[in-house]
């Protein structure tokens, strides 16, 4: 073989290198995010972090219920790199699923938010609050309490997710059970409760509902009610009097995935504190990190410890949610 001929081989496979290289690159500069967030924040956050990273990013939108078991369809196959707003119950309960990688902003978030061997972290603290829609229901005629919700007078003005599609509608129905006693007592006052509420399929719809007036009354969370407050609606935000839970909502990545490297970096990204704070500005979700000032942030939402919290045994609740699912099936059921 000529020089001439080895110097132009040599030259074809530096370019067949460095294509292949370019592919490679090329297929880390995507992003697909499996969330149950609504689409105000999932178009807020994927477009900062595009224009940030350069990074292409498609959000996949359902109920936390719908995607974790897309991720347990896909499981021999992963198509997603992300789960992202989902419950730390479903986090808990699918950690088989999930890679571990040890964000940069750990040291920021409390441990008691955070997966021990790095599965997952939390990013938002969501109390469970009651929404009230001023104009179609007066605010002096509204509910004080948890128990408030089951006088008659509210019958078909309560508005609630299907615990089966949301990680939060879950906690709330739990927590109830406890707050009322527990065992039997408590599922009974809880079957009386769904008599009075209307059961929607998705957290979204619970809280347009109640922002537009089409209910008056919505079980939902505490960004819920600052958002369409500030924009315009005669929305109240309740802190139940006997007290309530803050139920975290967190990001894992998928184990398989096929852009693991941009997950990490959006795991890094989502929990900084100027974007924590960016997206408190934008959609009032209490961020997990504790060197935030809420009272100098838009909003100005109560410091966690000025809002009466009661205990809650979510990993218990976590353990048995296959067969509390089930029992809260036959509850919608019955009294539809």
């Known amino acids: 073989m000529t020089i001439n001929r080895l110097g132009k081989l040599a030259v074809f496979t530096l370019a067949c290198a460095a294509l292949t290289m370019a592919g490679s690159t090329h297929a880390q500069q995507k992003l697909v995010i499996y969330t149950s967030n609504d689409s105000t924040l999932n178009e807020l956050t994927s477009a900062a972090f595009g224009k940030e990273t350069g990074i292409q990013v498609e959000m996949i939108s359902a109920g936390s219920g719908v995607v974790v078991k897309r991720i347990q369809s896909e499981k021999e196959r992963p198509q997603g790199d992300i789960i992202w707003g989902v419950s730390r119950s479903l986090l808990e309960t699918n950690k088989a699923y999930f890679a571990p990688y040890a964000s940069k902003n750990i040291d920021a978030i409390p441990a008691e938010y955070r997966d021990p061997d790095n599965l997952w972290i939390g990013n938002n603290l969501h109390l469970l609050v009651i929404l009230q829609n001023t104009k179609a229901l007066p605010e002096n ?3 004080k309490t948890w128990n408030d919700l089951l006088d ?34 408590g599922w009974q006052k809880v079957k009386a409760l769904f008599a009075n509420m209307k059961v929607l399929n998705r957290s979204s719809l619970v809280f347009q509902g109640v922002g537009n007036g089409e209910y008056p009354l919505g079980i939902s969370l505490e960004y819920a009610g600052y958002l369409w407050a500030q924009n315009g609606a005669p929305e109240k935000t309740i802190y139940p009097a006997e007290g309530t839970f803050a139920a975290m909502e967190g990001v894992a990545i998928i184990k398989g995935g096929p852009n693991p490297e941009s997950a990490k970096k959006f795991v890094d990204w989502i929990n900084r504190k100027d974007v924590r704070e960016m997206i408190l500005g934008a ?17 100005h939402m109560p410091a966690l410890s000025s809002v009466k919290l009661i205990p809650y045994n979510e990993d218990g609740w976590t353990a048995k949610r296959k067969e509390t699912l089930e029992k809260i099936k036959e509850l919608v059921q019955e009294t539809r």
């Open 152 to 185: 008659p007078k509210y019958k078909g003005k309560i508005a609630f997710t299907d615990p089966a599609n949301s990680g939060s509608a879950y906690s709330t129905v739990t927590l109830l059970v406890d707050l009322w006693g527990g065992g039997d007592a």
């Open 283 to 299: 959609t009032f979700r209490r961020p997990t990190r504790r060197d935030l000032d809420l009272s100098r942030l838009p909003g």
């Open 141 to 143: 005629d509204g509910p």
